[in-house]
C-alpha cells in the first residue's frame, strides 16, 4: 500500500486528511504506538501538482495536553505559500491508542521516530520542512533536531527552520524550588515512574480558550481536556531532564530559530479577563532567557497580549503573531 492510498478523512472536516504512521511496540509497555500526520490541502487541488510539491513545508508539534486542530492557522499559512502538516505523536491526540496513559514517556527520545518519520514522508513530497511546535512540543522538537545534527546530517539539512510557540524550557517556579527539587524528583522518578504528579492544572488557560468557557475556541475536551491531562513522576524527570540539557547548553538545533511568547505571565491565579491577554501556564521571561541557547541564530519575538498559545490568541495578537511566523518564514 502507498502512502498515498493511506490517507484518509480528518476530524477537522474538508481539506485535512490524516495518515497514521504504526511505530510498533511502546517503550513504556502500553501496547503498539502511532503517529498521525496531518495534511492541509483543500478540496479541489492535487497532491501531485508542481506548484504544491515545490512549496516549503511547515509541521506542527503539539504540547503535553494538546493536539493539532489549528484549522486557521493552516489555512493562513497555506495562503502564504506555504504545505502544512501536522503531526500528533504516540499518545497525544488522534495517536494515542485505547488504555495508553495521555502523554506519557519517560524517555523524549522516544518521539524522535515519529517526528523522524513524517519528516522522511513530507519532505518524498516537499523540498524542506520548518517545524512550529509548542510548548513541551518546543522542548522535544529541539532535542530532535540536535540529534539529526549529531547522527543523521541527511536528514537534518532536510530542516529549514524552526518556530517555537512558548517552548518550555524551565519549571516556571522559584529558582531555589526548582534547584532543590531536581535532585529528589531524578531520584523517584526513577524510582517510582508511574506515580501520578498532584497539580499541574490548566486552570485559568483552559478555561480562556474553550467556547464553554470563556474562550472562542472549539476543540475535542478528550483529546484536550480543560483541566489538563494527568502527569507523571517519570514524565516529571524527563522534563526536568531535557530542560537540563537545553539550561547547560548541549543542544543545538543547527537551524535557524525564532521564538514566540507573550510579552507577561500571569501564573497562579484563576480566571479573569487578564488571562486572556498573558501566559497563564509558564513564565516568559523563562522563555526569553534560555531560547537563545538552542543555537546560534535565535531570534526571540514577544507578542504584546498573547496567550500561552500565541495561534489562540485573542484577534490582534494571534493576527501579529501569524505575520511575524509568515515573514520569518518567507526570509529563511
Known amino acids: ?76 499559512l497555506h495562503e502564504a505559500g506555504f504545505a502544512v502538516y501536522a503531526v500528533d505523536p504516540r499518545k497525544i491526540g488522534r495517536a494515542r491508542q485505547a488504555g495508553q496513559r495521555w502523554h506519557f514517556s519517560l524517555d523524549f527520545a522516544h518521539y524522535f521516530p515519529d517526528l523522524t518519520a513524517a519528516l522522511d514522508i513530507i519532505t518524498a513530497t516537499h523540498p524542506d520542512v520548518t517545524p512550529i511546535a509548542h510548548s513541551t512540543g518546543g522542548l522535544i522538537t529541539p532535542l530532535w533536531a540536535d540529534h539529526l545534527a549529531r547522527n543523521d546530517s541527511a536528514r537534518h539539512a532536510k530542516l529549514k527552520g524552526m518556530v517555537l510557540n512558548s517552548p518550555w524550557l524551565d519549571m516556571q517556579y522559584p529558582r531555589t524550588a526548582v534547584r532543590l527539587g531536581r535532585p529528589v524528583i531524578n531520584v523517584a522518578g526513577k524510582l517510582l515512574p508511574n506515580l501520578e504528579v498532584p497539580g499541574g492544572n490548566l486552570g485559568s488557560y483552559g478555561v480562556s480558550l474553550h467556547k464553554d468557557h470563556f474562550g472562542e475556541w472549539d476543540f475535542d475536551t478528550e483529546l484536550k481536556p480543560v483541566s489538563g491531562h494527568r502527569k507523571y513522576l517519570g514524565w516529571l524527570r524527563e522534563v526536568l531532564r531535557a530542560q537540563k540539557r537545553v539550561q547547560e547548553g548541549n543542544v543545538d538545533v543547527g537551524v535557524p530559530v525564532l521564538t514566540l511568547c507573550s510579552t507577561h505571565s500571569l501564573l497562579g491565579a484563576g480566571y479573569s479577563p487578564a488571562s486572556n491577554s498573558a501566559d497563564t501556564v509558564l513564565d516568559t521571561e523563562q522563555i526569553q532567557r534560555w531560547a537563545p541557547k538552542l543555537g546560534a541564530d535565535v531570534t526571540v519575538r514577544p507578542i504584546e497580549g498573547a496567550r500561552h498559545d500565541v495561534f489562540l490568541s485573542t484577534p490582534t495578537p494571534q493576527a501579529e503573531a501569524l505575520e511575524v511566523t509568515e515573514g520569518w518564514l518567507r526570509q529563511h
Open 1 to 76: 500500500m502507498t502512502v498515498a492510498e493511506t490517507w484518509h478523512d480528518d476530524i477537522l472536516g474538508p481539506g485535512f486528511r490524516a495518515l497514521d504512521i504504526p511505530l510498533g511496540p511502546d517503550p513504556e509497555g502500553e501496547g503498539d504506538v502511532q503517529a498521525t500526520l496531518v495534511r492541509y490541502l483543500p478540496d479541489g487541488l492535487d497532491a501531485a501538482d508542481g506548484e504544491w510539491t515545490n512549496r516549503s513545508a511547515v509541521l506542527w508539534v503539539p504540547g503535553m495536553t494538546d493536539y493539532f486542530f489549528h484549522s486557521h492557522v493552516a489555512k493562513a
